[in-house]
């Protein structure tokens, strides 16, 4: 059996603001610790072919929840579930930087990201390309 799930805490305000329609752009200098907002901020633009800025924001998210998970006991390695919602904003930076770098060409930066994605939760791919 292996380590237990890492489950990252809530972000409450960071929520709320969101669904008053705040923009993440807005949001991010107060929060700039959020995983979620960099992730959002990513998708934002890559939706806009902006795929340089998306990987600078997914790149930016990744690092700020690799900080978020060690500070709450991840030893680098286990799962990360997708279906605790604290833990999405880390998943889908991680996944928009797989995205990112694979469009801007690097070699080996995407199947480290989609092996580090599907380890820490298989279902996690899936369920953010909505399938």
């Known amino acids: 059996m292996g380590p237990e799930p890492t489950l990252l805490p809530?972000?409450?305000?960071?929520?709320?603001?969101?669904?008053?329609?705040?923009?993440?752009?807005?949001?991010?200098?107060?929060?700039?610790t959020s995983s979620l907002l960099w992730?959002?901020?990513?998708e934002e633009?890559?939706?806009e072919g902006r795929t340089v800025d998306s990987y600078a924001y997914a790149r930016v998210g990744y690092h700020r929840g690799l900080d978020s998970l060690r500070r709450n006991g991840w030893r680098g390695v286990g799962p990360i579930p997708w279906e605790h919602e604290p833990n999405r904003g880390f998943l889908r930076a991680l996944y928009a930087l797989g995205r990112a770098s694979s469009a801007i060409g690097e070699a080996e930066e995407p199947e480290r990201i989609e092996k580090f994605l599907n380890d820490s939760d298989p279902a996690a791919k899936a369920a953010i390309e909505g399938k």
């Open 39 to 42: 992730a959002i901020l990513a």
């Open 45 to 47: 633009a890559w939706n």
């Open 10 to 32: 809530a972000e409450s305000e960071i929520y709320q603001h969101l669904a008053l329609g705040q923009e993440a752009l807005d949001l991010v200098a107060k929060h700039p």
